[in-house]
């Protein structure tokens, strides 16, 4: 009166199966996040060292910022009165045929001459005198916005 299985003695009739593993469905985003967090703290420190290199403090306006399409072309004039075209220091004699050497658009490039609020105006104005005696238009003084008391 006993049942027999008709599998053999295996316990019930039940086969034992492999277990098949299928393919995962799931992206892990684990990776992709952690190299996005990786780049964005390695652009939050990088951003401040973009900008021009010669430590200046420059005067305060309440005039609107320009717009444009193009990193300009920038002199800056530190508080000892030396000259750098970018990040590069040049003798106001050499600064006109180096302008004209790596400017794209010629005279028409846009020249950006910033200096330091504690240097002489007329040292600022040499500059900017020698520049527009060479020709170029469109040169403009960068300032800092004035900051509401």
Do not use: C, H, W
């Not at 330091?116 to 040292?123: I, K, Q, W």
């Amino acid at each position: 009166m006993g049942m027999t299985s008709a599998g053999g003695s295996n316990g019930g009739g039940r086969r034992r199966r492999r277990p098949s593993y299928s393919p995962m469905s799931e992206i892990n985003v684990t990776p992709m996040v952690d190299v996005m967090l990786v780049l964005l703290i390695v652009f939050m420190v990088a951003a401040p060292l973009l900008t021009v290199g010669v430590p200046i403090e420059l005067p305060e306006t309440s005039a609107n910022p320009l717009q444009g399409d193009k990193e300009p072309l920038t002199i800056s004039v530190d508080t000892q009165g030396r000259v750098f075209l970018q990040e590069t220091e040049i003798d106001v004699d050499k600064l006109v045929p180096k302008l004209l050497a790596i400017s794209a658009n010629g005279y028409q490039e846009r020249i950006y001459v910033r200096g330091d609020r504690s240097v002489d105006y007329g040292t600022v104005m040499k500059v900017m005198g020698t520049v527009s005696a060479a020709g170029f238009t469109r040169i403009g003084l960068v300032t800092e916005l004035e900051e509401e008391k």
